[in-house]
């Protein structure tokens, strides 16, 4: 990929909460030699409807966009999403088809529904108590669930994934995940998504991130990755080379999230590595996709 090739970077800090709008999600973008800054929502708080509608006015730009969630599902552990299910789907954009088309009637980008399909909802984790039984399947390699390739990658980075078919918990990404396929499905044509389809070579690009390894990046030590004052975000985004925001106290870690992340993208996206994993085949770029900054 051309280096230099993103004139602005954005960072969104999703969530696959129910309802229209949501605390917990936060638009920050970075600019040339800018701090990074917050996008206001058009409300008090964004909708996904709303973040899809500012990805669509995006289309011409080249801008990099970083969303913080899964964008497929377990794959390479058994060749397949959802095995023992004849339906299971052959690659990702297949699978947010079938999302979409089971949630097609549900409001807000919301994904209810296919959590609680009579077979999909068998491959989740939905409560302590409501465990479906193909969520942990045999290739499981441990009782948290199924993991795909770049989330062990991710591991190796010294953060913590949770599983995709897992709804439980503040640290749960699988209802984000399935929200975000949704989207993605809707955006089609607008934006490309990487690695499930090829860096174009001008116009927008849209990767999957894990806001701790921004923050790792930014110096956070293991397992301490919430930026929850100015202060600790500041010195973060110094190690990221990038000018300070304003401010001072506490701030909320979706913000936080989204500031640091866009300045880690604006700092490593000209770097090959990061578009070029090791472990990142053609099979598990159609099929699972992978997490920018797993290298």
């Known amino acids: 990929m051309k280096p230099g090739r993103f004139a602005e970077f954005i960072a969104v800090d999703w969530s696959g909460a129910k309802g229209e709008r949501h605390k917990g999600i936060a638009v920050a973008a970075a600019k ?15 909708s996904r409807q709303e973040v899809r509608s500012l990805i669509e006015g995006l289309a011409s730009n080249d801008i990099l966009i970083g969303m913080d969630l899964g964008i497929s599902l377990p794959f390479a552990d058994s060749d397949a999403f959802f095995p023992g299910w004849d339906r299971t789907p052959q690659d990702a954009k297949s699978l947010w088809a079938m999302v979409e088309s089971i ?10 529904s296919f959590v609680a399909h009579p077979e999909a909802s068998r491959y989740f984790r939905h409560s302590r108590e409501h465990v479906g039984d193909r969520f942990h399947h045999p290739a499981a390699e441990t009782r948290e669930g199924r993991f795909r390739i770049a989330e062990q990658a ?24 399935l929200t975000g396929m949704r989207m993605l499905h809707s955006l089609q044509g607008v934006v490309s998504v990487w690695p499930v389809d090829p860096v174009p070579p001008s116009g927008p690009v849209l990767v999957e991130m894990y806001t701790s390894i921004a923050a790792r990046g930014g110096g956070a030590r293991k397992g ?23 401010g001072a106290g506490d701030i909320d870690d979706h913000s936080s999230d ?15 590595a990061y578009w070029n994993p090791a472990e990142l085949t053609p099979k598990i770029a159609r099929t699972e996709g992978w997490t920018f900054g797993a290298v």
Not at 39 to 44: E, I, T
Not at 258 to 272: C, F, N, S, Y
Request: contains cysteine; aromatic residues 6%; hydrophobic residues 40%.
């Open 154 to 177: 991710q591991r190796a980075l010294g953060v913590r994934p949770v599983s995709n078919f897992n709804l439980v918990g503040a640290a749960q990404v699988g209802k984000s995940s």
């Open 224 to 246: 301490k990755t919430k930026l929850r004052s100015y202060e600790a975000l500041n010195a973060a985004l110094g190690k990221l080379g990038s000018p300070p925001v304003g």
């Open 258 to 272: 989204a500031l640091v992340t866009a300045a880690w993208l604006r700092k490593i996206a000209h770097d090959p």
């Open 103 to 112: 949630c097609e009637n549900d409001p807000n980008l919301e994904a209810g």
């Open 32 to 46: 040339g030699q800018d701090a990074p800054r917050l996008v206001s929502p058009p409300g008090k708080y964004w």
